[in-house]
């Protein structure tokens, strides 16, 4: 799981959510599933967790969020699915994430939560992107 650059995407959602909360109360929303999300992640909740992080992107793309502001969502939703033992969405949301600019391919291919998709074909397709 990418917990550090989560991090600083929580703590500007923060930001934006004491600026403009009164005014779009999706934007807490977002800020809310993704807590709730990171919150399921360390009680094993993984499938929990994942469906929080999908909602957050969910609303995320509904807000007009640049594909940036969502890759280390996606990720984290990823890590959530692998660890849910859901290949297919996790390969489907990793997919995403590294499509929306997420780059950090090395963190990638060592990250503990992956290591059940390193059998899977998919994987060796993924860390070429």
């Known amino acids: 799981m990418l917990r550090k650059p989560l991090r600083p ?15 779009n109360p999706a934007v807490q ?3 809310d599933l993704a807590q709730k999300a990171e919150a399921a992640y360390p009680s094993k909740h993984f499938a929990d967790s994942a469906g929080l992080y999908v909602q957050a ?6 807000l007009q969020a640049e594909p ?5 969502v996606e990720y984290n ?10 290949k297919d969405d996790t390969i489907l949301w990793l997919s995403r994430a590294i499509e929306d600019g997420f780059l950090d391919l ?4 060592t990250d503990a939560d992956l290591t059940t998709l390193h059998t899977d074909p998919r994987w060796a397709t993924l860390l070429i992107a």
């Open 29 to 31: 929303t977002v800020a």
């Open 57 to 62: 992107i969910q609303q995320q793309i509904l």
């Open 77 to 86: 939703a990823a890590c959530s699915f692998a660890l849910a033992g859901d």
């Open 68 to 72: 940036s502001d969502r890759n280390g």
């Open 106 to 109: 090395q963190h990638t291919s």
């Open 9 to 23: 995407f929580l703590l500007l959602l923060s930001l934006v959510i004491t600026a403009s909360a009164q005014t």
